[in-house]
Nanobody, 127 residues
Framework: QVQLVESGGGLVQPGGSLTLSCAAS????????IAWFRQAPGKEREGVGC????????DYADSVKGRFTISRDNAKNTVYLHMNSLKPEDTAVYYC????????????????????WGQGTLVTVSS
């Protein structure tokens, strides 16, 4: 069974950058789409982006498009979320997740169906 562990969260100033890591164990990530979600205090969990393993495509929420990118290092069995031009409203606990399928179809609505989640890592954007 695949397990995911996020790392890299922390405190960053507005306009700054941060890269989160999602390391997998128990299974290779090559065949799985990996999605990133976030949950701000008092708000529902929302999608950030998804990286497909079937066609190499990525998709992002409008709120982060042009600022966040997802990449993979298959040799390290790790997926990354690169975050630039961070805003205070990006403050949240960030989670990586997979439903163990290769594609990102409907990923942003898939929260109820995703069965593999990391524990989350907190990102705080503040001056």
């Amino acid at each position: 069974q695949v397990q995911l562990v996020e790392s890299g969260g922390g405190l960053v100033q507005p306009g700054g950058s941060l890269t989160l890591s999602c390391a997998a164990s128990g299974s290779r990530l090559d065949g799985y789409a990996i999605a990133w979600f976030r949950q701000a205090p008092g708000k529902e969990r929302e999608g950030v982006g998804c990286d497909s393993s079937s066609d190499g495509s990525t998709d992002y929420a409008d709120s982060v498009k042009g600022r966040f990118t997802i990449s993979r290092d298959n040799a390290k069995n790790t997926v990354y979320l690169h975050m630039n031009s961070l805003k205070p409203e990006d403050t949240a606990v960030y989670y990586c997740a997979t439903d163990r399928t290769p594609g990102c179809v409907g990923w942003s609505q898939a929260i109820p169906y995703i069965d593999v989640w990391g524990q989350g890592t907190l990102v705080t954007v503040s001056s």
